[in-house]
């Protein structure tokens, strides 16, 4: 194996025709492209490449193989564990693939390895149409959808892998394959949410869905009123119109505009909605939940669809520190509401959440096996965040996190989805796959026998 210091020389010589960057330790800028959006991360990779073309993945494939050094691939940098870099690593940055190509009148778009949800979520509104993507606009497109993607619209419309018509890839050996219904079937669907496991994808086609305005916004009560709130949320939810999504929090009121001076800081519980229906529709949806308790706010309006996924980015941006737990939630007992409640109770930094986002609907009309995304029979993706500006406070978020996840975890399904995952090990990630991961190993090994992409939640080849 080539030294850090060497790879950066090799990689000079041996990769003379690479389009994009090739950024190194001691290069201006060398400390941005290593950066992520959880400052908690802090990896040394010996190259980033920062590739141009799927020529430049190939060749930076091909580089990483042939002096043996550890490869990872960034999409959007938005991973909760940094699995977009690495130390010592080739580091894949897809940053500068980022094309996106609507297609109208078949309804599909085109989008390239390094585009972000916010930019595909611009391109796709300009012609009224949406695809399944996330709550929050900015995370990347790649590890997101690789993943299985859990939004707004997945009641209605399922997750994104469900939208996902075709992918094109770099695998393991620098080939380029296309993976679809038709075309490598068997890749196909171990990508739709077994992670960069399988290759580099340097472009997803999805299906688009007629979606442009919504009535979105949150309602948030006091957090004295959490456990008559998340009872009630229990029942509504998954008895709601599909054109109706609303995720449930933990937090406190942001202390900026549009908020209400007056709740700036008040610690609150809360729902997030995003009506797919008429202003009159989704106020008739979520008056049975306005009735319960006495709601601080109930900030819901037309807005349109990239609005509300955007709605959060301003407040977290890129640079803070965050820790991550997760669970997948098939039913909440009252014994699970109190220990939220408790633990809601002591979100310890204005940032830090506990969210539950839908994710029964249309994404229960999708079979157990049909993709490797195995939690289909469940309610919920539980996702708790201790996150903090300040690295003095990273102790404490993540004594948080650990905490109020210890708590609940065996009110869980047992797995959690995979792109809520920090580094918990095999036994996590196998307990997401369930039945699935057995045919993923299998896959892994005829596409990737080496293990070739590991910086990921690792699926192992099946020997
Ligand atoms: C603020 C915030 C909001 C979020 N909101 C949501 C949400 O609403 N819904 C949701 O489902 N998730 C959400 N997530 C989680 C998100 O899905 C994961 O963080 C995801 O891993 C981000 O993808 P990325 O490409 O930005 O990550 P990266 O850190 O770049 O990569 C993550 C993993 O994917 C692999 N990868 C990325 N791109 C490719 C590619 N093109 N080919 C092969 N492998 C690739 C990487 O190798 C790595 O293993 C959110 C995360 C954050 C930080």
């Known amino acids: 194996m080539a030294t850090t210091a060497s790879l950066a020389d090799l990689a000079e010589r041996e990769l003379a025709a690479f389009a994009g960057e090739l950024i190194a330790p001691g290069d201006a800028g060398y400390d941005d492209a290593r950066k992520v959006h959880n400052a908690m991360i802090d990896r040394r990779p010996a190259l980033i490449a920062r590739s141009a073309s799927p020529d430049d993945v190939a060749a930076a494939v091909g580089f990483a193989a042939r002096h043996d050094a550890l490869l990872a691939v960034r999409g959007g940098g938005h991973n909760g564990g940094g699995l977009g870099i690495a130390d010592d690593a080739v580091v894949i940055d ?66 994104t892998i469900d939208n996902l018509l075709e992918a094109e890839l770099v695998l393991a050996d620098g080939s380029r394959a296309r993976a679809s219904a038709r075309e490598n ?89 995003c009506h797919l229906g008429s202003e009159e529709e989704a106020a008739q949806a979520m008056a049975p939940m306005l009735a319960v308790g006495t709601p601080l706010m109930h900030g819901v309006g037309a807005v349109p669809f990239p609005g509300i996924q955007g709605a959060f980015d301003g407040l977290y941006p890129a640079g803070l520190q965050w820790y991550w737990r997760a669970d997948f939630v098939r039913e909440l007992s009252d014994a699970a509401v109190d220990a939220h409640v408790e633990w809601g ?119």
């Not at 390094?114 to 929050?136: I, K, N, Y």
């Not at 916004?217 to 709601?240: D, K, Q, S």
């Not at 004594?399 to 047992?414: E, I, L, V």
């Open 94 to 159: 897809l940053g500068l693939m980022r094309g996106i190509t609507v297609d109208a009148d078949a309804r599909t778009v085109r989008v390239e390895g390094g585009a972000t949800w916010r930019e595909v979520d611009a391109a796709t509104h300009q012609a009224g149409l949406a695809t399944p993507s996330v709550f929050f606009g900015k995370s990347g497109v790649g590890g997101l959808t690789l993943g299985g993607g859990i939004g707004y619209l997945a009641r209605k419309h399922g997750l």
């Open 185 to 273: 079937p068997d890749l196909f669907w171990a990508i739709r949410g077994g992670g960069g496991n399988f290759g580099v994808v340097t472009a997803f086609t999805f299906r688009l869905h007629p979606v442009s305005i919504v009535n979105a916004g949150p309602t948030f009560w006091p957090i004295e009123h959490a456990g008559e709130v998340l009872r009630a949320y229990r029942e509504f939810m998954p008895a709601a119109d599909r054109d109706a999504n609303g995720f449930f929090l933990f937090g406190f009121v942001p202390p900026a505009p549009p908020f209400p001076e007056a709740l700036h800081g008040r610690q609150v519980c809360g729902i997030v909605w």
């Open 345 to 463: 109770g002591k979100t310890p930094t204005g940032h830090s959440t506990m969210h539950l986002y839908p994710i029964d609907g249309a994404v229960a009309d999708v079979a157990q096996d049909d993709t490797p995304f195995s939690y289909r029979d469940v309610k919920w993706a539980e996702v708790i965040v201790g996150v903090d500006p300040d690295p003095a406070n990273a102790g404490v978020i993540t004594d948080w996190t650990k905490a109020y996840w210890d708590a609940t975890h065996q009110y869980s399904a047992g797995g959690a989805y995979v792109n809520f995952m920090m580094d918990e090990g095999q036994e996590r990630v196998r307990a997401t796959y369930q039945g699935n991961y057995d045919r993923l190993a299998r896959i892994k090994a005829a596409y990737d026998p080496k293990n070739t992409f590991r910086v990921n939640q690792n699926i192992r080849p099946a020997s």
